[in-house]
């Protein structure tokens, strides 16, 4: 599979990419984009390091939560946490799917955003159903976080073109977008 990085050259993106999620959901609280990051990671990374890369920031994320934020620690809300990654590694493994065939062009990745956000939704629904959690998917609810990841997908998408175009030495020779 081809992505959207140079191997080799680009050092510097994932911790940079896992920098940016972490410490911009800082100010969102609880709207982590774990979509926006599987789907931009699957994207951008090869399929080792962008697994890491989303599972590191799937732990920084439950490390602010628990010993930041103070969120209580018992069974649901650490099953929440495992939840959210599994459906995470879920969207990745989709998106990873869906870029088998040909480079990410800018459709491509903004379908595999859609779709991976249905997944990702429906996984946690399931899983939701085993603690009783499912009051979290009112109409609202999914639109808010569905906003949040649109909005995040569109940053790093735009944070990764910028740096590839300005630091290619650091994050890789930049690649245009096609549409299709």
């Not at 569109?154 to 690649?175: D, I, K, M, N, V």
């Amino acid at each position: 599979m081809d992505t959207l990085a140079t191997h080799g050259r680009d050092w510097a993106w994932p911790p940079t990419f896992a920098a940016i999620a972490v410490l911009g959901s800082l100010a969102a609280a609880c709207l982590m984009p774990f979509v926006a990051v599987a789907v931009i990671a699957a994207g951008t990374l090869d399929g080792r390091r962008g697994l890491i890369t989303v599972v590191a920031v799937w732990m920084a994320n439950q490390i602010v939560g628990f010993g930041l934020l103070g969120y209580p620690v018992n069974a649901p809300t650490i099953g929440s946490g495992f939840a959210l990654c599994a459906s995470t590694l879920i969207a990745f493994a989709l998106a990873r799917w869906l870029f088998a065939a040909a480079a990410p062009a800018l459709g491509r990745m903004l379908f595999a955003g859609l779709l991976c956000f249905a997944a990702y939704e429906v996984a946690l629904y399931a899983m939701a159903h085993l603690y009783g959690g499912t009051d979290m998917f009112t109409a609202e609810i999914v639109i808010l976080i569905g906003s949040n990841e649109a909005l995040w997908f569109a940053g790093l998408l735009l944070a990764h073109q910028l740096l590839t175009r300005t630091l290619p030495g650091q994050f890789g020779a930049p690649t245009p977008l096609r549409i299709a």
